[in-house]
């Protein structure tokens, strides 16, 4: 076990969905995860063999207070957040809120580590230069991520809505983009050097979480999802689980859901 693989992940709630540009709603999800994470309707043992129960495999730093701030405010608070976070020594573990929020997360991140690869789980590719004159939206924080150079690889996994603007900067920014119709692709989830994931609950098809915003048929089971998570090869040094909108949720399923990925990425961050 090397130095940074003792560096404990820290869950940080980000309750924000200002950037959300069809519905509301995803602010109320780090609750509602954390409380799925703790339902005694599941035991806190990963797949991989990860007992998420005993002290000190993670920690919790609480929601971030961002109610009543500016969209603005709101970002830099994010940034700091998890710059906070990692300044201690620990590997943050965000959960959304919007996906704009991966890209003030992403800022923190980089401060530490260069040559980030990052692994997109996503229905989109949320690669807009600007949706509907606004560069802060949902759709655009791979954008802001590639035109800012904070990643040298930027993989996307699920992808079933590109359309010709994002193909066009997908290439711009060299962005690989495996579609979902070209499933399963567990060897391209391999990196050297830091990884990032960030999930976007939409990537499942809505059948098996309906609680989005954005739902698209056609997705994964979440059974793939976990294969394509537990295929991941590399040192994960960061994390998200965002777009999960407990208002669309259907009795909490989705909300198990999310903590049940959420306790995957934490069992392959503990044991990588
Ligand atoms: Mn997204
Ligand atoms: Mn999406």
Partial sequence: MDERSREIPALLGIPFDGQSSYLRGAAEAPAKIREALGCDASNRWTETGVDLGVQGMYADAGDLALAGTSDKDAFAAIESGASRLIGQGKRAVSLGGDHSITFPIIQAVAKKYSELTIFHFDAHPDLYDDFEGNRWSHACPFARIMESGLAKRLVQIGI?????????????????????????????????????????????????????????????????????????????????????????????????????????????????
């Fill in 160 to 272: 079933r809505t590109i359309n010709g603007h994002q193909r066009e900067q997908a290439k711009r920014f060299g962005v690989e983009v495996i579609e979902m119709r070209h499933l399963p692709a567990y060897a391209r989830l391999k990196a050297a050097g830091p990884v990032y994931i960030s999930f976007d609950m939409d990537v499942l098809d809505p059948a098996y979480a309906p609680g989005i915003s954005h739902r698209e048929p056609g997705g994964m089971s979440v059974r793939e999802a976990i294969a394509h998570l537990h295929a991941v090869e590399g040192e994960i040094v960061g994390a998200d689980v965002v777009e999960y909108n407990p208002v669309r949720d259907l009795s909490g399923l989705t909300a198990m859901v999310a903590a049940k990925i959420l306790k995957e990425i934490l069992g392959k961050m503990i044991a990588n």
